[in-house]
């Protein structure tokens, strides 16, 4: 009788065991596994997290000997360019050189570059910024510098040493969303830039909205100084533009290629309000000013649904709509506008030949918008420039800096102009490229910061004469952050790089020694 007893004892322990380990299995896909601590080969502490979120594994590497040895200054990065303006000025004393490859690089040879562009045309070197490159600029808080690449990888750098604090490895690509720091948390939308074949049938023939089962997509939440994953927002479509934390309400704000529009609580990703534009949001990161939020959409083919659209910050509800049926394909999607002092500012393409939704004899003409951002009443359109250019398959926005009432826009001709908020032209700069200008410049004293290819171009923003040419040995299309004296920057070729503002300047060549090879190997580390 005993061994009976025991026998059924022994069963139902195993059979509790059973349920346990189920039960343990089945909720891992919402768990984190423990801290996973190592030595990589150099000799550094790492400390690895493995975090499933919605089913979707991502994994980061921590080193918190690299951490900056300051104290949290409670800084916050909540837009893109940092303010509603586009300028992206922190105040402070840093005067740093450091660079640093990150996963994927293409090497400091701006020959080679020429030369496969040359090989194989255009859209290779817009294939490989939007898939390995950096497509936005970093973003920088309490000593630490974040980047995104499209490679894949997200990274904290600390900004006195160019060391790497951690990398966290994602299941897919970013590409036009600049990391968001707010409140020890970093905030990242996830969504590549590529899109499959049937997607692009659908955008083709109508009924489709760009962007949607390009990957893993939705709103990625991030401990800012471990790398460490919090929450996640899964969705079908990309969360390619920049969203924005609006302190006053305590929400993050975000849009995606189906035109959903989302405020979330940035703490528990709990989704407070959302809305809808027949649209796609592409590269127009959000604004707001007067707590009227903006969100730029293109076109829904086969009818042109573009438009600006301005939302109330507090409950989410569509307070006007700015409809552009002549806007050139993704045009107004990809610009990121800008907002000072009530006024909204944007610049896109506007249809002179063709109708869409064929690539094919289409021809535009840029314009400059001018519009009150609390009633969503037109101040002034004006057409830029008579130079015709065809629509790329990437990115047809045109990002402006506005600067005490000065609008700095780049152009379709390769400059930059200069407007006040009524549309008068102040002056043109001389011809920077022989391409098109697409990001914002950034003003630093009187000096107006230009990128333009492998090329880092000082103008007086007086009068727009150029001041120097300063040559690097990357691509770089990205608006750069300044910290301090230092200008900070990444690359489409997927470098990311601190120099003095000085240098730039006075000197005419980037020189490259002693680069941080950190990164080369992080995503490689087993545990």
């Known amino acids: 009788m005993r061994t009976i007893t025991l026998g059924i004892l022994i069963l139902v322990v195993l059979i509790l065991g059973i349920m346990a380990g189920y039960e343990i299995g089945k909720s891992f896909s919402n768990s984190t596994s423990s ?46 360019g940092l303010t509603a303006n586009r300028e992206p000025i922190i105040n402070g004393s840093l005067n740093v050189s450091w660079v640093v490859p990150l996963q994927g690089n293409f090497e400091p040879n701006i020959t080679l570059w020429t030369q496969n562009v040359k090989l194989l045309g255009k859209g290779w070197a817009a294939a490989f910024r939007q898939t390995v490159g950096c497509a936005v600029g970093p973003t920088y808080a309490n000593g630490v510098v974040y980047v995104a690449s499209n490679a894949g990888p997200v990274y904290a750098i600390n900004v006195f040493t160019g060391k790497v604090i951690w990398e966290l490895c994602l299941p897919g690509t970013l590409s036009m969303w600049m990391p968001l720091v707010y409140k020890g948390l970093v905030f990242l939308g996830l969504g590549g830039a590529m899109f499959d074949y049937q997607q692009g049938m659908l955008n083709a023939y109508g009924g489709g909205h760009r962007g949607q089962y390009t990957g893993v997509n939705g709103l990625l939440a991030i401990n800012a100084t471990t790398g460490k994953p919090i929450w996640f927002i899964l969705t079908k479509s990309q969360a ?72 109330y910050a507090n409950n989410g509800s569509i307070a006007w709509i700015i409809k552009l049926p002549k806007a050139l394909t993704s045009s107004v999607g990809d610009t990121v506008p800008a907002a000072y002092d009530g006024y909204l500012v944007d610049s896109f393409l506007c249809y002179v030949k063709g109708k ?45 800096l506005v600067y005490n009432g000065i609008i700095y826009l780049p152009t379709v001709s390769g400059r930059i102009d200069a407007f006040t908020l009524q549309g008068k032209l102040l002056w043109k700069s001389p011809v920077l490229v022989n391409n098109v200008l697409q990001s914002a410049p950034v003003l630093v004293s009187n ?47 997927n470098w990311v790089f601190a120099i003095p503002v000085s240098q730039i300047i006075t000197e005419k060549e980037f020189q490259l020694i002693n680069f941080n090879q950190t990164t080369t190997t992080v995503c490689y580390i087993t545990s």
């Open 447 to 493: 000096y107006l910061i230009v990128t333009a290819g492998e090329n880092i171009i000082v103008l007086n923003a007086s009068n727009g004469n150029i001041i120097n040419v300063f040559k690097t040995p990357f691509i770089i299309r990205q608006q750069p952050i300044v910290v301090g004296n230092t200008i900070i920057e990444t690359t489409s070729t």
């Open 240 to 311: 390619m533009p920049t969203g924005i934390i609006i302190p006053k309400y305590n929400i993050l704000v975000w849009d995606d290629g189906d035109g959903n529009i989302y405020a979330v609580n940035p703490f528990t990703g709990e989704i407070l309000w959302k809305d809808y534009y027949d649209g796609s949001a592409n590269m127009a990161s959000l604004v707001c000013n007067d707590g009227i939020i903006v969100a730029g959409f293109s076109s829904a083919y086969p009818v042109n649904t573009s438009a600006l659209v301005g939302i």
């Open 35 to 80: 801290p996973n601590n190592s030595t990589n080969s150099q000799g550094f502490k790492v400390i690895k997290y493995s975090v499933y979120l919605d089913g979707i594994n991502f994994v980061d590497y921590y080193y918190p000997e690299n951490l900056p040895k300051i104290t949290s200054d409670n800084q916050t990065f909540l837009e893109f």
């Open 356 to 400: 869409g939704p064929y690539l094919t004899n289409l021809s535009g003409e840029q314009y400059l918008l001018i519009a009150n951002i609390t009633t969503g009443k037109i101040i002034t359109t004006i057409k830029v420039s008579s130079v015709l250019v065809h629509p790329s398959d990437t990115n047809n926005g045109y990002n402006a």
